[in-house]
C-alpha cells in the first residue's frame, strides 16, 4: 500500500515515524515551502521535511496545490492512500485522488473545535477533556465521517503545550491503527464503519490573531486563567502595561494562578506582595508565575520582581 504524508509541524512527525517504524511505503512527504523566519530572515525548513530528508523520503514542496505539475506529479506517484496531519486545506482533485481515499487527524473529539486552533481553544474554554479524530476528508473543512477517536484528560493546570504533547503521541497511534484498519478492509474487500458527526454538537477553533490573544482583566479571573494556560507557550496571552507618564508597553503573560473572592480594586491594577506580582480581575487576583516583558526574555515572576519596582496605580490595561 502506498502512502503519500502530508503535513507541516512538529505535531506531524510522530504521525510519519510511527507508520514508517511500522514499515509502511511512504511514497512521497508533501509538506509547506520553505520560507524565511526570525529576525534575521533566515530560510526555515518544515519539521516535516527536516525528518524526511532523515530519512531520505521523496519530498515535494508545492506554492500551489491547484498547480497542474504538482496535480501531474501527485498522479505519478499513484498512492493508494493520503495522509493528511496539521497541513492546508486540501482542493478535491487531491483529497479525491487516491483509490482508498484521504484521511486526516484532527486535534479534538470532532465535531467539537473544528477549525485551525482546537488544542488553544480546548483549554481557553475551561474543558475537562479534548482527544483525537481521524476521518475520511470530503468537500467542507473538518466535517467527514469519523473513523476513530481517541479521549485525552485536559489536567487543570496543563497548558497547550502539555496537550499538544500528550495529542501529538495519542495521534501517532490512532493514525498507525487507522492505516492497519483501512488496509485489512481493503484485503478483505469489505467497507469501514464510520460515525457521521453530529451537527448540534459542532463547535468551532478559528485561528488566533491579536484580538483573542490580548488579556481583558474584566473577565472572571478563571476566565482568563485558562486562556494564559491555553495560549501557552505559544503564541502567548498578552496585556499592556500602562505606568503614569512612561509609555506603555506588551508583555506576555505565560503562566498564572488563579485566586477567587470578591473585592472592589478596579480591574487590572497591579500589586505585588510578598514577592508575588498580582492583577485584580473580575472575582479575585490573577497570580503571575511566569512573563516576558516587551523586547526582554521571560522569566519567573519572582526573578522579574528583583529588578522591577511597582509605582502607585500601575495597570494593565
Known sequence: MRIVFMGTPEFAVASLDIL????????????APDKPAGRGKIVQESAVKKYAVGKGLKILQPLNLKSEGFISELKNIKADLQIVVAFRMLPEV????????????????????????????????????????????????????????????????????????????KGAELILRTVQEIERADKEKRELTFIAQSDHLISHAPKLNRDNCRINWDQPVKKIHDQIRGLSPFPSAYTVFHSEGKADSEWKILKSAAHVFSHSETNGLLLTENNTLKVFASGGVLEILELQQQGKKRMPAMEFLKGFRLGKGDRFL
Open 20 to 31: 514508517l517504524e511500522n514499515k509502511y511505503e511512504i511514497a512521497a512527504v508533501i509538506t
Open 94 to 169: 487531491v483529497w479525491n485522488m487516491p483509490r482508498l481515499g484521504t484521511y486526516n487527524l484532527h486535534a479534538s473529539l470532532l465535531p467539537a473545535y473544528r477549525g485551525a486552533a482546537p488544542i488553544n481553544w480546548a483549554i481557553m474554554n475551561g474543558e475537562s477533556e479534548s482527544g483525537i479524530t481521524t476521518f475520511k476528508l470530503k468537500h467542507e473543512i473538518d466535517s467527514g465521517n469519523i473513523l476513530f477517536q481517541e479521549k485525552v484528560t485536559i489536567e487543570s493546570e496543563d497548558c497547550a503545550g502539555d496537550l499538544h504533547d500528550k495529542l501529538m503521541n
